[in-house]
């Protein structure tokens, strides 16, 4: 099964929690910008890709228990959340690709 | 296992903190050794309670009681109520500001989220007073 390691590799992304444990292995992905929708469909083990960049986003990330987090687009993480995912150790990565150009590329890790 | 009793004073100006009480429930609860489904379901209902008062409400105050076999949510606010209820029920059904709606809050989902995911829910509310909203999480082992 793909870990957020090969994830990582395959889609060169910007890791911003190097301490976040990475060898854990994914489960499928769900992509989505509202929060409680979100929290209502995300899952365990997911890779949730989005352009949502503040302090929610480690809440959400950690209540649904997704594997790790992608902000797509070029979007950068706010500095709250970049303290709140050190300090809950959430795997979060940026990519300066679409969101569709990410989904492509999940797909292609999750089904290697 | 005697009936635990947590509270929390939510801070309705700082959105750096909300999810903050929802975060520490499903800390006690994991040290507790619940299942990952009841834990799951608890921190999802609180966390959408938990911001509705940060955003709507301006804070209050939330009190968990956790026994072996169910979680029981309370959270009590000031705010301004609910006006339509049956609305508020609605999934899509949002007042939020676009402020709010910029943090990717305001999807009309967390009344819904709540429902689904907990055993027993109920809101009493009144216009000007404020809002009560009372969950019961039951574990199904
Ligand atoms: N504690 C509260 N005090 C006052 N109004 C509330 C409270 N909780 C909910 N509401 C009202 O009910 C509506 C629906 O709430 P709900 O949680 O379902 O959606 P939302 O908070 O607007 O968006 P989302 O939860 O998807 O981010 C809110 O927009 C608001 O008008
Ligand atoms: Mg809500």
Redesign the interface.
């Known amino acids: 099964m793909a870990t957020i390691k090969n994830l990582q590799q395959q889609l060169e992304l910007i890791n911003h929690n190097p301490d976040a444990d990475c060898d854990r292995e994914l489960s499928g992905c769900y992509i989505g910008?509202?929060?409680?929708?979100v929290?209502?469909h995300a899952f365990?083990g997911c890779v949730w890709i989005t352009i949502?960049s503040?302090?929610?986003?480690?809440?959400?990330a950690?209540?649904?228990?997704a594997a790790c987090v992608i902000m797509a687009e070029g979007v950068q993480p706010d500095q709250?959340l970049l303290d709140r995912v050190k300090r809950?150790d959430i795997a979060l990565f940026t990519s300066p690709l679409s969101v569709y150009e990410i989904a492509i590329k999940v797909h292609d890790v999750l089904n290697a | 296992m005697d009936k635990i009793h947590l509270q929390y004073n939510v801070d309705g100006e700082d959105f750096t903190l909300a999810g903050e009480a929802s975060s520490d429930v499903r800390r006690v609860l994991r040290k507790l050794g619940f299942d990952g489904d009841t834990i799951r379901r608890a921190a999802i209902c609180m966390y959408e309670g938990e911001i509705n008062m940060v955003i709507h409400a301006s804070g209050g105050v939330i009190d968990v009681y956790i026994d072996p076999d169910s979680i029981e949510i309370i959270m009590a606010d000031t705010g301004p109520g609910i006006a339509d209820i049956e609305k508020a029920w609605q999934e899509g059904y949002t007042t939020a500001s676009q402020t709010v709606r910029d943090l990717g809050f305001g999807a009309g989902m967390g009344l819904p989220n709540m429902k689904r995911y907990s055993d027993f829910i109920d809101i009493e509310t009144e216009l000007g007073k404020g809002t009560t909203v009372k969950m019961i999480i039951k574990t199904r082992s």
């Open positions: 910008d509202l929060l409680s929708w929290m209502a365990s949502m503040n302090i929610n986003v480690a809440a959400v950690s209540l649904t228990d709250d809950d």
